[in-house]
């Protein structure tokens, strides 16, 4: 009987394709998080687009690369599916076509993002948690 435990007699995140992906796609790439926020999960439901666009927030220079709030940061988002490897194929197909950075959405899961090391990975979460939460709150009071 198949456990899918490692040696250590853990059980691996089932998002560990996703992960290895990120790390087959950005050889640069020393750190990936995952994490399952409100404002992630929301917005990943409510936008309907293909991307999360991010304007106008000073900490979009939180991200590596940003210079600018008049920048636009596109984060994209893809529909989830308990077929990791079928997941981890289209993001694959994705990121051939269309810049991939910083991270991305799974629609109603949550945010999956990188950086060189834990430090820059860690920023990057952050970073795009804060600005999740500003998007949504701009969103709630612009629809009053």
């Known amino acids: 009987i198949a456990t899918n435990r490692a ?12 992960h290895t992906l990120i790390y087959r796609l950005f050889p640069e ?3 990936v998080l995952h994490t399952h ?3 992630a999960t929301v917005l990943s439901r409510v936008e309907k687009g293909a991307a999360l666009r991010l304007e106008g927030y000073e900490m979009q220079k939180s991200l590596a690369g940003q210079r600018t709030h008049l920048a636009s940061v596109a984060i994209p988002l893809f529909d989830n599916d308990q077929d ?3 997941l981890a194929g289209r993001i694959e197909a994705y990121a051939r076509n269309a810049p991939l950075r910083y991270g991305f ?10 950086g060189e090391d834990v430090n820059e990975a860690r920023r990057h979460l952050e970073g795009l948690e804060f600005l ?5 709150q701009r969103r709630l009071l612009e629809a009053q």
């Open 7 to 18: 040696p250590s007699g853990r059980r691996p995140s089932a998002e560990t394709g996703l």
């Open 29 to 31: 790439a020393g750190a």
């Open 37 to 39: 926020t409100v404002n």
């Open 84 to 86: 990791i490897d079928a």
């Open 105 to 114: 959405l799974l629609r109603g899961h949550g945010l999956t993002c990188w």
């Open 132 to 136: 999740f939460e500003c998007e949504r």
